[in-house]
């Protein structure tokens, strides 16, 4: 197996700039946030007020971005990870044809996705109000990760041996799916939720044309403050966003980490 020290050094040279350019921009928008006035720059003096600020009038937006995340996990486990199984299996074209169809809004441009939301559920008023109407916009939009991730892994030919042995044994399709599959392709399951969670946290085009003054989540609230308050506060919001997001997700990538190694891959 080829070592970091077998690795050409051209190429470190090469990822290390690639990751201070997409870097440098987001920390200065994190200073921004701490100075007292961003056209003076550090010599104004550091400050937390503008973190303050943002919590105090946006601190709400931090409970439902990730609640809303996490139930949109949920749904990709219930629904995705069924559907996937279902295409990898199926010989049949109209499989293709469904998969195909499932990818779809990745194509289409967020605000087309959530207008066709609106033109077909904005009459339910209970429900175009509720974050349960943004949580269906985030499953219309993260599905096919979850499907494409999921199915790759049940189509490797050694599951489909697995499962054949484990038919052979007298295992029903529940014994074989909950006892036998899925375990087997829990890092790819584990790899799809935490793409799922990403995606449905830092998603702003669909959520900015569902949400309402009710059910604003943490990126509505970035453009938000961008839009109407002073740069250092927008700024700070940046850094709040990324204090909130940030543990989640490392958290998260600890735990596929650890079934990872448990389960193989």
């Not at 056209?39 to 931090?62: A, C, F, H, K, P």
């Amino acid at each position: 197996m080829k070592t970091t020290r077998q690795t050409p050094w051209p190429l470190l040279a090469l990822t290390g700039l690639v990751t201070l350019f997409l870097l440098a921009p987001m920390l200065l928008s994190i200073m921004a946030g701490l100075v007292e006035n961003y056209s003076v720059g550090i010599r104004s003096g550091l400050t937390l007020r503008w973190l303050q600020e943002v919590w105090d009038n946006y601190g709400n937006t931090v409970g439902a971005s990730l609640l809303l995340a996490l139930l949109c996990v949920l749904g990709n486990l219930l629904i995705g990870v069924p559907c996937a199984y279902a295409l990898a299996r199926s010989p049949s074209r109209w499989a293709r044809l469904l998969e195909e169809l499932l990818t779809l809004p990745v194509a289409i441009p967020g605000l087309a996705s959530a207008l066709a939301l609106i033109l077909l559920y904005g009459t339910l008023q209970g429900f175009r109000q509720s974050l349960a109407f943004i949580l269906v916009g985030h499953m219309v939009f993260t599905l096919p990760f979850m499907v494409r991730t999921v199915a790759s892994a049940f189509q490797k030919d050694e599951l489909r041996a697995l499962e054949e042995a484990a038919r052979s044994l007298g295992a029903g399709f529940a014994q074989r799916f909950i006892g036998v599959l899925v375990p087997a392709v829990l890092p790819a399951i584990v790899a799809g939720s935490l793409m799922v969670f990403t995606l449905s946290v830092g998603e702003f085009n669909l959520t900015w044309m569902l949400h309402t003054p009710l059910t604003r989540t943490l990126p509505v609230g970035l453009a938000d403050s961008y839009a109407s308050m002073r740069i250092e506060v927008g700024s700070a919001y940046t850094l709040v966003f990324l204090m909130v997001i940030l543990p989640v997700l490392w958290g998260l990538q600890a735990i596929g980490s650890l079934i990872e190694k448990h389960h193989g891959t």
